[in-house]
């Protein structure tokens, strides 16, 4: 088990748990379904971050969110 921050949709921001080997979850919210999917990426100011991202957000949006996230 490793602890993933969520990015985007509704549970952007929460911090939560994902076993080893899962790379994609399901939301379902009153809007519809939210896919969340890892992404692993490696950030100047924290190093190597897990993350469960909305599964259509652009990669330079993620990136700033993730920033934006680490520096509360």
Do not use: Q, W
Request: charged letters at 25%; a neutral charge.
């Amino acid at each position: 088990m490793s602890i993933v921050l969520y990015v985007g949709g509704s549970k952007d921001g929460e911090k939560g748990v994902m076993p080893y080997g899962f790379s994609k979850s399901r939301t379902m919210t009153e809007a519809g379904p939210e896919v969340y999917v890892e992404r692993v990426l490696a950030l100047e100011t924290v190093g190597k971050v897990r993350v469960m991202a909305l599964e259509s957000l652009n990669e330079s949006i993620l990136v700033e969110r993730i920033c934006g996230h680490y520096a509360r």
